[in-house]
């Protein structure tokens, strides 16, 4: 049975049947992004300060005490403000650090006060970089120009935050940064096991945007090494390889990650994930038809039968209706959210004025479960909707 961690998924992909469009369309395909990066914080800030430790006074009972630090450079300020170079900040509670210690301050006004945020530690060189990074207004493939050049970068606050600015932008934005990937960087990157493992799924993808022949070979030794571990970002890592591979690399990831039985649950569930990517961003790279092949493949099994079986709704694939009939509540299959499915998808291809013949079979079996099975298909049809 599948783990109770997923449930969520399913839940999610049946309450939207055919809502159209996935998160893969507001940002990176294969990201966990921060909420906020530093680029966002400073241009959400009234007053940004370079500041350094000073010193102030511990805490006592129930009086906080005090942190001061020196300014040493006023990189924006609210007008009417007298903030300059050498000046004092007070922050109310005390914060332990070193003489000298950097920090970065950001402030929103409240009236004609400035309320300081918690104090950011920084270095000469993190503080460059957010400094010096393009506005939040400009182009999104304009500023990742910029970010592109610090992903990896030995200061952990930089690289997090440049993987940051990548995991927030659509995937329409990346695309045109194609020339100008580390391509040998990123071929480095997916070897080394000091990497995160949450960039892998970036890593994949924009070698698979910038790759060359061999640098399926890359991909695909990672994608197919024997694991029985949950492996983050590996779904953009198969998303990078098939755009490098085309049918043919679809084919390996069919029998090695869809059709075997012995693969864990998590690394079909990221061939599944890549297969949905290629459905909305191959730009015709894949015929819809050999897409739809490869995801009805995962009907077998019943762990994943209810997203699979809304995903083939939402890709208007109506030649599974006998076999969707055929398997409703036998066995591994009796299982709510799997008749659920089974019932929207009837819903969706009856409702489809494009499908003519397909449309009545569908119609012919929803009066069939409903009179068969009429609770589940009250409940389907409850939260149903087409976009």
Known sequence: MRARGWSWLAALALGVLLAGGTSFSRACPFCSAPSLTMTEQLAQSNAALLVKWVGGTP??????????????EVVNQPTGSKLAKGSKVKLVRYRA??????????GT????VIDWGSPIEVTEDSFAYIKNAPKPELPTKERLKYFVKFLEHPN???????????ANAPYADITPLTPELPRDKLRVWLNDPQTSPSRMGLYGLLL???????????????????????????????????????????????EKKLQDKKVPFSETYSAMQA?????????????????????????????????????LARWKDWSVQERLMSMYGKDEY??????????????????????????ERAAKHLAKLEEDDPKTVADAKRFFFIK
């Open 59 to 72: 805490a006592k009972d129930q009086d906080g005490g005090f942190t001061e630090y020196e300014i040493v």
């Open 97 to 106: 650090a070193k003489a000298g210690d950097l920090y970065m301050l950001l």
């Open 109 to 112: 006004t409240a009236g004609a």
């Open 156 to 166: 952990a606050t930089v690289a997090t935050d440049a993987y940051g600015e990548f």
């Open 208 to 254: 698979g945007l910038c790759g060359k022949d061999d640098d399926a070979d890359v991909l695909a030794k990672k994608i197919f090494e024997p694991t029985t571990e949950f492996r983050l970002g590996i779904d953009g890592v198969m998303g990078g390889y098939l755009l490098l591979t085309g049918e043919k690399g679809l084919a390996q990831i069919d």
């Open 275 to 311: 297969l949905r990517f290629l459905w909305q961003y191959s730009d015709g790279k894949f015929e819809p038809e050999r897409l739809r092949q490869s995801m009805r493949l995962l009907l077998d099994r019943p762990e994943l039968a209810d997203l699979v079986i809304a995903d």
């Open 334 to 359: 009796d299982i709510p959210s799997i008749k659920r499915a089974v019932v929207r998808y009837m819903l969706a291809c009856s409702k489809d004025q494009m499908a003519a013949g397909d449309a």
